[in-house]
């Protein structure tokens, strides 16, 4: 499950540990894009149990 908020990140729910490094490689792919910056701006933080955040930080 993917949820897109108004600020620059999104929260990921992510079940299938095989998935894991694909999955948050291309949230910080598609965050870098949308927010227009480059992907070592991009915080990848584990939020809850197998809930991840991927945020801009400027």
């Known amino acids: ?3 897109f908020e108004s ?7 992510i079940w299938d540990r095989s998935a894991l490094e ?3 490689d ?3 792919h598609d965050l870098a ?5 480059p ?3 991009i915080a990848v933080t584990c939020s ?4 991840f955040t ?3 930080n400027r």
């Open 1 to 3: 499950m993917t949820t």
């Open 7 to 13: 600020t620059d990140s999104v929260s990921l729910k």
């Open 22 to 24: 694909r999955t948050l």
């Open 26 to 28: 291309a949230a910080v």
């Open 33 to 37: 894009t949308r927010t227009n910056a």
């Open 39 to 41: 992907k070592h701006h």
């Open 48 to 51: 809850g149990p197998n809930t």
């Open 54 to 56: 991927v945020s801009l």
